[in-house]
């Protein structure tokens, strides 16, 4: 399956603790994003990659969530001294971006990392 | 800032009924248009896109026109099936994409 890989699928921490996620994109694909999704509601933004390239991070994110894509690959999601309010799925997604195609490529998600802060 | 409303669920339908679920947009520049669907667990597929203006974006059955005058991009199939059942997101893109927060769809045998 060559699709958008995300690790772990599910991942219970106690409150304090620290957490890492990790996103292989689609192999030929440039752009990487990040979203959260909590219980009936859509993705909200987190960040994105252009190659290694951090380019946005939302404003609603606070200092303790980082995320890096050192080599324009994978990427990991760290979320440091973790809080219940953190609990919710995290989805990767990945796209193709080329001269002439912006804002039109789809992008293709993973299934998500699920967290829980107990 | 770019923005989108859909409909809310759930919506409630007999297996070959017909299936309209609303979204409405606000944008900033010009952007693509996309319905994803989601199943119980799993991550966003995508179902259909439309990049333009009275663009007709189709798969599976479900379409969706791209309505620039009425800033809408409403998602609608003739006959649903009992399998059509999960959660349908509209979002649009500029840079990054925006969501709305998803209609859950339950078709009835």
């Not at chain 2, 799993?42 to 896109?49: A, P, T, V």
């Amino acid at each position: 399956d060559t699709g958008v890989s995300q690790n772990p699928r599910h991942k219970i921490t106690k409150r304090g603790q620290n957490v890492t996620f990790r996103c292989d994109p689609i192999s030929e694909h440039n752009r990487l994003y990040w979203y959260r999704q909590t219980l009936g509601q859509g993705p909200e933004f987190l960040t994105y990659f252009q190659n290694e390239a951090q380019l946005e991070k939302s404003r609603l994110l606070s200092d303790r969530f980082s995320a890096e894509r050192p080599k324009g690959s994978f990427s990991t999601l760290e979320i440091q001294r973790t809080e219940q309010g953190d609990s919710a799925m995290y989805l990767c997604a990945s796209s193709l971006e080329y001269a002439g195609s912006f804002g039109r490529t789809e992008a293709f998600f993973g299934q998500g990392t699920r967290l829980t802060v107990v | 800032g770019d923005s989108v409303t859909q409909m809310e669920g759930p919506v409630t339908l007999s297996e070959e009924a017909f299936l309209t679920i609303n979204c409405t947009y606000t944008a900033t520049g010009y952007p693509s248009l996309f319905w994803y669907v989601q199943y119980p667990g799993e991550g966003l597929q995508l179902l259909l896109k439309a990049t333009k203006a009275d663009d007709k974006g189709s798969n599976k059955g479900f379409e969706a026109t791209y309505r620039k005058e009425t800033t809408s991009f409403h998602l609608e199939k003739g006959s649903v099936q009992v399998s059509d059942s999960a959660v349908y997101f509209c979002a649009l893109r500029e840079e990054k994409f925006y969501f709305g927060s998803g209609t859950k769809l339950n078709v009835k045998p």
